[in-house]
């Protein structure tokens, strides 16, 4: 059970900022970011292209040094990939030379957990993400959807405290993703995870998330924080979906 910092948040974002020295000179891709993400919510990071989405992502993922400020994750600072963030790129980053299965226990391969629990779990995620069927299919006869599938469920093998996903539905096609989209709150009910998840996509945002993460650029900064207070299933025909919409679309 993932414990939570002194505030609360299980993962906290304290003052990030980010330059990046190129040609063209200094761009401030992170302008003091700053928020919590609490146990089992569902949070969404949504802006436009170039407000620093991908950076922050990779910062969070400890895949990036921060210019200034740091990320706590449990209260231990963040400073490479680690076990407790299972993590979801919008390339699904699979091996090809492996069959669904293989990729799913991928991240097992470094733990102490023993071989029967390990297949016992790979099994449950297989079928707790509709794969059940294609375990021993390798990932080029698959489809966009179903290879996000597998990479869903490789993510959660490792039973991470926290989800980190970018963009994880911008490779496929929309009636693909609105079930993709169906099926993460369904795992996310059944498993109780705390998941960040960064999009280019309102509609998308205000599907998903409790809370949301509006970000604007020049420099990448937060604009807002807005709790969505709609019941799930969400219908994007609903008007109090719309007006969300609408808010979060004047914002950025
Ligand atoms: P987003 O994911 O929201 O599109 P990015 O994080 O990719 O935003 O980029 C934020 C800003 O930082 C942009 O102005 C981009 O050009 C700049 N940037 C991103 N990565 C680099 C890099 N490696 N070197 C220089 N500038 C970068």
Known sequence: MAMSHADGSMVRIEGVSKQYDGEQGTVQALDDVDFGVDTGEFVCIVGPSGCGKTTLFRILAGLEPATAGEVLLDG????????????????????????????VAFGLKKTDVPTDERERRVDHLVDLVGLDGFADSYPKALSGGMKQRVALARALAIDPA??????????????????????????????????????HDVEEAVKLADRIIVMGKNPGSIRQIIDVDLDRPRSRTDTAFGQYYERIRELI
């Not at 970018?166 to 009910?189: K, N, S």
Request: proline share 6%; charged share 25%; no cysteine.
């Open 162 to 199: 926290l989800l980190l996903m970018d963009e994880p539905f911008g490779a496929v096609d929309a009636q693909t993703r609105e079930m993709l989209q169906g099926e993460l709150l369904e795992i996310w009910e059944e498993t109780g995870k705390t998941v960040l998840f960064v999009t």
């Open 76 to 103: 231990s600072r963040v400073t490479e990939p680690t076990p407790n963030m299972g993590i979801v790129f919008q390339e699904y980053h699979l091996f090809p030379w492996q069959t669904v299965r293989e990729n």
